[in-house]
């Protein structure tokens, strides 16, 4: 078993309680069980909205919700694509660029039976814009609207069609809206009717508390049981009104396994049948045991987002280009993580639409480095000193720890010396949105949150973009350039699909060439999993579509 003597005693006791996890799928043999050991290290929140990143909104967005539109990810080999969801249609006003009706997909129930409607995307918008409406919900507003930042409002214009309007021009909007997932209002009001509370807003409260271990949306999987902490159990919606997703697997039993090693050991003892992101020492011996690995390049970046507020040291961009060179990328690559990365050159690599032609080449130059270092004046008895706050665990964070200790080790030689602050990875993801300023930021002039890049919003224009700083969005470091706020706005504005990729790639490049993050990898997704489980598609996505899974 691989159990390394530093694993923790609240991880061993979480992998010796899985023991039950393992024994009770034998009982109804009929019926069949996946088991998945997550990287959170608790279950993402399930009343709609959920936390934990992208990790969240893989396991208990998009299981048991959908949105207006969604993802492709049913293939392997082509970038996933925005598709219709409970939308079958829509179409930005050609007078006004900031209306835009969607047309609904009709005969569409909520796990409790209630109809999908125009007057429930009203209530799912309003839960996270309208601060007077009854089902506002403070807590879902920071991971929804910091998501799609233009949505201002949502009319009903008949029960299938459905007029939304934005702040501004705004072409990302049908790509932002695969984030807000539709809840159930009938159950919603179900709940506050028989809730407790000294007025609205606190009955209000209690009602999103009851929704939370009794949820219900659309989606292809249903909620069966909810532990906070331990496990939710989810069975499939034989009724979903995709046939075609409708899930191959009877339920699917998700355990929080914030620790490498545990999940490996789960999976290698019996108690998993699929780990996220296991150990990569342990990948020979995996492969040895017959288990199938699986990864593919996602849209996603592993980097350290700078402050920029007055004082930062990364506001030098001599200090930030020598960063960027410092680091030898595939030496990462091929030693600490057993070739489960790409390296990074930039949010997009060379082949994307949206790379354009930076001028700074991002590689490993140890010399070049230290030569800017020198001009910015620091030395082998001047060193500089940032600090760095990231996590143990967490969607899409990959190895932070060791990759963080790599960088350390990296940049010492570039007369950088680095300090790690390690908190919990929901707690770095809420400060995210705070911003370098906060004091949760602990005195770190950079952090560690990966990112998707899968949209413009999500991979360039919440970190550029002036407007975006907290707490409207990600600009976590208060990055202020007028020239990055031009050409958001130009590509924001631009509906033709072809000059609206030039546009990116323009404002790509100038974000590659001020060195606006030290990029240092591509995530590939990486997945262990028993050759019992059969159906697996691995898209180049964050996501992945646990509905064509099969378990012999």
């Not at 909104?57 to 969604?70: C, E, I, K, Q, V």
């Not at 429930?120 to 918008?125: D, F, S, T």
């Not at 309003?126 to 201002?152: C, H, I, N, W, Y």
């Not at 700083?469 to 031009?486: H, L, Q, T």
Request: one cysteine or more; hydrophobic letters at 45%; a neutral charge.
């Amino acid at each position: 078993m691989l159990i390394k003597n530093n694993m923790t005693r609240g991880a061993l006791i979480a992998l010796l309680a899985l023991g039950s996890a393992a024994a009770w799928p034998s009982v109804a043999s009929a019926e069949t069980v996946l088991r998945i050991g997550m990287t959170a290290a608790d279950i993402p929140r399930t009343l709609g909205q959920p936390d934990q990143g992208f990790e969240g909104n893989r396991f208990t967005g998009l299981t048991m919700y959908d949105a207006l539109t969604g993802w492709d990810l049913s293939s392997a080999d082509k970038p996933s694509v925005v598709i219709p969801g409970l939308a079958t249609e829509w179409k930005v006003d050609d007078a006004d660029k900031t209306k835009w009706t969607f047309k609904l997909r009709p005969g569409v129930t909520f796990h409790d039976g209630s109809p999908f409607n125009a007057d429930a995307v009203v209530w799912n918008v309003e839960k996270v814009l309208k601060q007077d409406a009854p089902q506002f919900d403070a807590s879902q507003v920071g991971v929804t609207a910091s998501r799609m930042p233009t949505l201002a409002s949502a009319k009903k214009i008949d029960d299938m069609t459905v007029e939304l309007t934005t702040k501004e021009p705004d072409s990302f909007l049908p790509i932002n809206l695969t984030n807000l997932f539709m809840a159930s209002p009938a159950k919603w009001q179900h709940f506050y009717e028989k809730a407790e509370g000294a007025d609205a807003k606190a009955k209000s409260q209690a009602a999103w508390t009851a929704f939370a271990k009794d949820a219900a949306g659309t989606g292809p999987w249903k909620m069966a049981s909810f532990t906070p902490r331990e496990r939710l159990e989810l069975v499939k919606n034989a009724s979903y009104w995709d046939k075609a997703r409708v899930p191959k697997v009877d339920k699917m039993v998700l355990l929080p396994m914030p620790e490498a090693n545990a999940r490996t050991a789960a999976l290698l003892s019996g108690q998993v049948d699929w780990v996220e992101a296991p150990a990569p020492d342990a990948l020979p011996e995996l492969k040895q045991r017959g288990f199938k690995l699986y990864a593919n390049e996602q849209p996603h970046v592993w980097p350290w987002q700078f402050s920029r507020v007055e004082g930062s040291p990364w506001n030098d961009i001599r200090v930030r280009k020598a960063a960027n060179l410092c680091v030898d990328r595939e030496g990462l690559k091929d030693g600490l993580l057993a070739g489960l990365m790409v390296p990074a050159t930039g949010t997009f690599e060379p082949g994307h639409p949206w790379r354009g032609k930076p001028t700074f080449e991002i590689k490993y130059d140890k010399a070049a480095a230290q030569k800017l270092m020198a001009e910015a004046g620091f030395g082998p008895s001047k060193k500089l000193t940032v600090k760095i706050q990231t996590s143990a665990s967490g969607s899409g964070q990959m190895q932070p720890l060791p990759m963080n200790e790599y960088l350390q080790q990296a940049l010492a030689e570039c007369y950088f010396d680095v300090k790690l602050d390690v908190i919990e990875w929901n707690t770095l993801f809420t400060n995210w949105r705070r911003g370098a300023k906060d004091p949760s930021a602990n005195g770190a002039n950079a952090t560690n949150v990966t990112y998707a890049a899968m949209d413009p919003f999500f991979a360039l224009v919440r970190f550029l973009q002036s407007s975006m700083a907290p707490p409207v969005s990600n600009n976590w470091g208060f990055i202020n350039d007028p020239k990055f706020d031009e050409l958001v706005k130009k590509a924001r504005q631009t509906f033709d699909p072809a000059a609206r990729d030039a546009a990116l790639a323009e404002l790509h490049a100038a974000s590659v060439d001020d060195a606006a993050f030290l990029y240092v990898a591509h995530d590939v997704g990486p997945r262990a999993i028993s050759p019992k489980v059969t159906g697996v598609v691995q898209p180049k996505s964050w996501f992945i579509d646990f509905s064509l899974v099969s378990m012999q």
